[in-house]
Every structure is written in C-alpha cells, then in structure tokens.
C-alpha cells in the first residue's frame, strides 16, 4: 500500500492531489463517472475513496503484521478529530469530516471489516453474510450520502441495500478466487440445502447441485438491487446517475454469472470495456431498471 508522510512545505492542495491520484488510478468505474461530479465536491468524494482503497488494501494485500496495520490505521483515522494526522490521506480526509460533519463510526466499521477478513474465512449463515456484508460494504453508501447532505435513516436503509447487493455480486463472481484465499464467502447453511458440500466446492467440483446453489444467491441479490433502486427518485444529479450506474454494473455481473450458466468455479463471469461504456451511457439514460427475473 502507498502511503506519504506530510512535511512542513505540503499542504491540503497536495493531499487532494493525492488522493485524486489514488482514486483515478485504480478504479474504472469511478474514472468514468468522476467527470460528472460536481466540481466543489469532487476532492472530497477522492478523499473518501482513497480511505476506503488504503483500508482495503491493508487488509486484502499488505506484506507484514496486517492487524497491526490496521490498529496503526485507526490512529492515523482518530487523529482526524483530535489530532493533526500525518500522512497525507488523511490531512484531506479530515478537512472532508469537518467539512461536512461526517461521524466517526462508518469509518471504524470498514476497519472492522478487514479486521475479520484476517480470522473468519466461512459464513454459517445469510444473516451473518449480511452482518458482514454492513461492515464490509454499506458504510462507503453512508459516507457517499453525507457528502450529498443526505443523513435520513430511510435513505441510509436503501443505499444499505444497493451496497449490500454490490458485494453479494462480487462474492458470486469471486468464488474462485476467494477459494484460493482460503475464503467460502457462500453460506453453509445453503451448501447444505442444496445438497452440495466443502469437499465439492474445494476440489472445484461444478454439478447440478452447484448451479442451483448459485442461481438461488443470484435471484436474492436481484432483489436487494431491486430493493436498493428505490433510492434514486430520494436522490438526484450525480449521485443519481452514480447508483445507477453500480447497480446495472452489478446487474450486469449476475448477467453474465447466468450466461456462464452459474459456473463460477472453472471461470470467473465479468463485464467487458465495451459493456461498460454502454451501462455508462445507460446510467444517463431517464430509463427503468428492470432487476429481477
């Protein structure tokens, strides 16, 4: 993980600069969308991102002691509201906090997140995923709503679902390689349902039983973004044509895990730079969504 210390000569500026750097450089989605921003809110949304791109990072690919990586985080977090902070991520990251009076607690959670992904690699249950999944997933949602003025519990349940949905759609997509990360992101109680096992899922093993298994996690993901979608007459301009964007980007990768006739385990289904461009422009588009079939 990149990080820089902040000397006398640095200021805001830089760390803005900064965390553009971050944010452009590492995710398509937002490179596409970013140009839309409203100009006065643009270094802020590259702040938080690049927060929750350092979290993530240290948790997912950090060479060293990760939880101690992270408790050194959380300072550097904390020093935010009681402190000078030091590295530059989080000079910018705090102007953000006072800026708009963004709590304390949606930040801790994404630390909290990473903090489990080093010591639970099975879920026993939907719930738990879901549990997890409010850690790991609806707390960038909370802090993109702050940005937009918006700290209603009604919306924050509905951006908690379009989150929520995003992750499943990862996990789904991911199988594959989080088994190689030692991870089962599927619940066990529905490995159990559908008459499949660890054993089979470990040595790869595609049958029947798997593709029901998945299809029954990609028609339940559907309707969390169906769920979710509900948020966007509650919102408008750019964050609007943002949700809409995510949500067909990962109504697009259930898409293409049915395409692939819910083998997740001997390829991994994703969206090509062509269909990207084309959600983008559908994203702008006055259009529903239809999300469940």
């Known amino acids: ?4 210390r902040v000397t006398r000569e640095q200021g805001l500026a830089d760390a803005y600069a900064f965390c553009r ?41 950090a060479e060293g002691d990760r939880a101690a990586l992270l ?86 349940r509905l951006s908690d679902a379009t989150c929520t949905a995003l992750q499943l759609a990862n996990f789904w997509q991911d199988v594959s ?26 040595e790869r093993e595609y049958n029947v039983s798997f593709r029901r298994l998945i299809r029954f996690q990609v028609r339940r993901t559907r309707e969390l973004f169906q769920q979710g979608l509900g948020l966007l007459p509650l919102v408008s301009g750019w964050l609007r044509f943002d949700l809409r964007l995510f949500s067909l980007g990962g109504l697009a990768v259930l898409d293409a895990i049915e395409r692939a006739n819910y083998d997740v385990l001997t390829t991994r289904p994703e969206i090509s730079g062509l269909q990207k461009a084309a959600l983008a422009v559908r994203g702008l588009l006055p259009l529903p969504i239809r999300a469940v079939r």
């Open 1 to 4: 993980m990149l990080t820089k």
């Open 21 to 61: 750097s971050v944010a452009l450089g590492r995710n398509e989605n937002f490179t596409v969308a970013s140009w839309l921003l409203p100009r006065p809110l643009r270094r802020h949304m590259y702040a938080v991102y690049a927060y929750c791109r350092g979290v993530d990072d240290l948790g997912d690919e």
């Open 71 to 156: 408790d050194e985080w959380e300072r550097d977090l904390r020093s935010c509201y009681d402190d000078s902070p030091s590295d530059i991520r989080f000079v910018a990251l705090q102007h953000t906090i006072r800026r708009f009076d963004i709590p304390l607690a949606p930040f801790l959670r994404l630390i909290e997140a990473n903090r489990r992904d080093q010591t639970v690699n099975r879920y026993p249950t939907f719930a738990g995923l879901l549990e997890y999944c409010s850690y790991s997933a609806n707390p960038v949602g909370e802090l993109v709503l702050h940005l937009f003025g918006y700290r209603d519990e009604r919306r924050r």
């Open 177 to 202: 390689r989080d088994l190689w990360k030692g991870r089962i992101y599927i619940p066990l109680e529905d490995i159990e349902r559908f008459g499949y096992n660890e054993r089979e899922l470990l």
